[in-house]
């Protein structure tokens, strides 16, 4: 994965990759390992940090190879706690990541893609189509990235790819980036503790959990019914609710493993007790997890937020057939940092760089 220039982004690179290029250059597979550990343990940004690689090694990476990184242009802090950062690429598109504080640790929201190309009508990325996909060194940098912002005591240890973009249509480098977080060489993420956010691309959605099953997955639903769900998610045309329905039950699963379905909640639209009842019709025999979330109002969309009592009879009726489920409480929404709120601006003029 050479870049224009010729040399390499080292974190483009998964783990085992990575050796194979430190023996491209005539040195020896362990180099990889102390490479690595600059680079994910101890977050080098230069070689020149790396002072127990021998310096004959280290003009050689600078010659082939260059360590990426992204600063945060712009950091936006909720009084509930919530960070959103805002990450310009080299060239010049920009993503989001959210920053959600939990009991006694922090989870991270990261984005996959430079907008997205679904067309959800609820979310806000969608108004912006797509530019490009996020290489793997773009996905791992905005963890780096988050985690150079933190204090010793603060710990990142979840992550959840539900920021900008489909992570399914950005397959490989999704794959790639994964098995650079999960890697005991490289960012050391437990698999229960990384989660993928899909619209139900299923082809991909079996392939990431048959061959490359270090994720939990959620499956964004949002819809009782194929017409719903096609008004809100153009995507179901062509994976519609029983093709998807059937695929998560094909999904091999550990004996305590769920799969978490999304709900978002939209006042008069998929909000009723019918929406509910017909719901828990579509996940009878699945082990599942329902996570509501009450729609995140933003400018660009007239949809409103249910009201408290819907939201709860809603849970109410999925209770009762037995379906552990919980409302999310959004967090951010100040800062537009809210489920289905990231990424509406494209323009990146006026941000100032964080020293």
């Not at 922090?106 to 530019?131: D, V």
């Not at 229960?192 to 964004?220: D, N, Q, W, Y």
């Not at 709900?263 to 996570?291: C, F, M, P, Q, T």
């Not at 100040?334 to 990146?348: E, F």
Request: hydrophobic share 40%; with cysteine.
């Amino acid at each position: 994965m050479r870049e224009r220039n010729g040399r390499v982004n080292l974190k483009n690179l998964t783990i085992d990759e990575l050796e194979s290029f430190v023996v491209s250059l005539g040195e020896k597979p362990f180099r990889a390992g102390q490479l690595a550990r600059w680079l994910y343990g101890r977050k080098a940004r230069s070689f020149e940090e790396m002072t127990d690689l021998a310096r004959s090694f280290r003009e050689k990476l600078m010659e082939k190879s260059r360590i990426s990184f992204l600063q945060p242009a712009e950091v936006k802090a909720s009084p509930d706690g919530t960070k959103k950062y805002r990450f310009l690429l080299t060239d010049g598109e920009a993503v989001e990541s959210v920053l959600l504080p939990e009991k006694d640790h922090f989870t991270l929201c990261l984005s996959t893609q430079a907008g997205c190309a679904l067309g959800c009508k609820f979310c806000l990325t969608g108004t912006r189509g797509l530019a490009r996909n996020l290489d793997p060194s773009e996905i791992i940098d905005q963890v780096i990235g988050v985690q150079a912002t933190l204090l010793a005591e603060e710990k990142l240890t979840n992550l959840v790819l539900m920021g900008m973009g489909e992570p399914l249509h950005n397959f490989d480098n999704v794959v790639r980036a994964l098995k650079v977080i999960r890697s005991p060489a490289g960012l050391h993420f437990s698999h229960r503790r990384v989660t993928l956010s899909t619209a139900g691309i299923i082809p991909e959605m079996e392939e990431i959990s048959s061959r490359h099953h270090f994720i939990k997955l959620a499956i964004s639903l949002n819809a009782s019914t194929d017409e719903q769900r096609s008004a809100l998610m153009p995507i179901n045309r062509k994976y519609p609710l029983n093709d998807l329905l059937a695929a998560c039950r094909r999904i091999p699963l550990s004996n305590r493993e769920k799969i978490t379905f999304e709900y978002v909640l939209i006042r008069g639209l998929n909000d009723s007790e019918e929406d509910a009842h017909r719901l828990a019709k579509l996940l009878k025999g699945i082990r599942a997890k329902v996570n509501l979330i009450p729609f995140n109002e933003h400018s660009q969309s007239p949809f409103k937020r249910p009201e408290d009592i819907a939201v709860q009879k809603f849970r109410q009726i999925l209770m009762a057939r037995r379906f552990t489920t919980m409302v999310r409480q959004s967090k951010g929404s100040d800062i537009m940092a809210a489920c289905g709120q990231l990424g509406g601006k494209v323009k990146t003029e006026g941000f100032e760089k964080i020293k």
